[in-house]
């Protein structure tokens, strides 16, 4: 994930407690018991008979872990999503609850708003905008969004952060740290000394996104990278009212791209606008190597002239140009029906290990790439796939690098917009024409370059 230049230190983080209080501090104790159940559930499940048990039990944890993270706030909101993707890590039951975990909490006093407007453009409210309305439109652990007109007439969104939110970070990641560290020194079961590195890339990555500056280059950056496409809709930052905790930027109506029936209604051809999307983000991977990493409803709406509008840049992802060729092959090779040339590109991404038996896991992608050309599932060859995934995690063949986690994220949720537009979606014949005009315009790239080279 992208990082901000300020931000995460995770020194900070462990002074940001006082250890020798921590024994008398609930709010620690709390987080231990959510970490020591973490730790428990992350254990590797037991096998054989006891195998149905065990995934019920798990079920049980992993629901009772998600309500205890929300109780917790923001820090544990936002930790929670971000172990989510990392299905290599996690059992099925814990990631799939977690992926259900909602980013919407109660909105806190308009005085506060107020207040963090004033203290961080240095100016009052009421002197820069015209209009501001007191209920948010938006409310999210990290802040929550108001609409506004300013003073020239412009209808703005105003994201405004919680107050005291880094300082809550600090000392919840902290909390995380400590406890870690007690629980290495105490030799307690569970890898601890793997928490504390994962933690570390949780805080870089949480300190990113509650950068607003940060969030407002993002979006001009992947703007300026779509500006060709005429179809989507970025909204624009005013930059004179942005700081770290303020975003002000364009205010973009639009219908949320789930709601089937009121686009339905306006007469929108659905299966375009999940191409669209498709297309859109595969430009973004395969072309820029920079992408909105969280496409989830949200953060995606269709505006009254049938045009896609893409919000929130906190959460974004960059992939290297290796990696890009590589998942070029990919694509490739699911077009081709390549099972074997698919699992061998998925080596060079680091995703399979050199170790895995390649039949097996031929065998257990078929229904996937099946899946995606278009089938229904009432259509899949499932019969060996439950045997293989066992087979394949009891052997650990796989494991996914953070970059491809995201990456991985995206596709999924992608694919579940699509198909809420259009229930038989193909995603790869919506992907096709895309990968076509890139892989030409990359030839046409590299032959300029090789020119220049022979030329000099």
């Known amino acids: 994930m992208n990082q901000s230049t300020n931000g995460w230190d995770a ?14 501090d609930l709010r620690f104790w709390r987080i231990a018991q959510v970490l020591w159940g973490m730790i428990t559930i992350c254990a590797p499940a037991q096998n054989g008979n006891n195998q149905t048990i065990a995934s019920a039990d798990l079920s049980k944890k992993a629901k009772w872990l998600t309500l205890t993270l929300v109780k917790l706030g923001a820090t544990f909101i936002k930790l929670g999503q ?41 100016i009052a409210p009421e002197t820069i905008f015209a209009t501001f309305e007191h209920e948010p439109i938006a409310s999210a652990s990290i802040g929550q969004v108001h609409k506004a007109t300013l003073a020239d007439g412009r209808t703005v969104a105003v994201k405004v952060q919680r107050p005291n939110l880094a300082a809550l970070m600090y000392q919840d990641l902290g909390y995380m740290r400590w406890f870690a560290k007690i629980a290495l020194a105490l030799r307690l079961k569970g890898n601890w000394q793997e928490w504390l590195e994962l933690s570390d890339h949780f805080g870089r990555t949480l300190f990113a996104e509650i950068d607003y500056i940060a969030e407002g280059r993002n979006a001009d950056r992947l703007r300026y990278a779509l500006r060709d496409r005429s179809q989507i809709l970025i909204p624009r930052i ?26 339905t209604s306006m007469n929108l051809d659905l299966n375009g606008l999940a191409r669209e999307l498709v297309a859109c983000y595969m430009e973004q991977v395969l072309k ?21 509008i893409i919000y929130d840049f906190g959460m974004v992802s960059e992939i290297s140009e290796e990696e890009r060729q590589a998942i070029w092959g990919c694509i490739d090779s699911v077009i081709r029906h390549d099972l ?33 050309r278009g089938a ?27 970059t491809l986690a995201y990456l991985l994220r995206t596709g999924a949720s992608l694919e579940g917009i699509a198909r809420t537009l259009k229930p038989d979606f193909n995603f790869i014949e919506a992907a096709k024409p895309g990968i076509r005009k890139l892989a030409g315009e990359s030839m046409i790239n590299r032959l300029i370059l090789l020119t220049g080279k022979f030329c000099r």
């Open 340 to 372: 074997s040339s698919l699992v061998d590109y998925l080596m060079k991404l680091g995703v399979v290990k050199d170790t895995a038996q390649k039949e097996l896991l031929e065998r257990a992608l078929l229904p996937l790439i099946d899946y995606w």
């Open 11 to 24: 020194k900070l983080a462990e002074s940001a407690v006082q250890p020798g209080l921590l024994f008398f």
């Open 376 to 402: 229904s599932i009432s259509n899949l060859d499932f019969s060996h796939l439950e045997q293989d995934i066992d087979q394949i995690a009891r052997q650990r063949w796989l494991r996914l690098p953070p």
């Open 288 to 308: 820029h190597g920079f992408f909105q990493a969280d496409p989830h409803a949200g953060n995606l709406a269709v505006s009254d002239d049938s045009k896609l």
């Open 238 to 263: 005013i930059w004179k009212y942005t700081s770290r905790k303020v975003l002000t930027l364009e205010f973009l109506a639009g219908t949320k791209i789930d709601k089937v029936s009121q686009l």
């Open 82 to 122: 971000f172990l989510s993707v990392r299905r290599d890590l996690l059992p099925i039951e814990l990631a799939e609850e977690l992926s259900l975990l909602q980013d919407r909490v109660p909105s806190f006093a308009f005085a506060q708003v107020q207040q963090t407007i004033e203290v961080e453009l240095g």
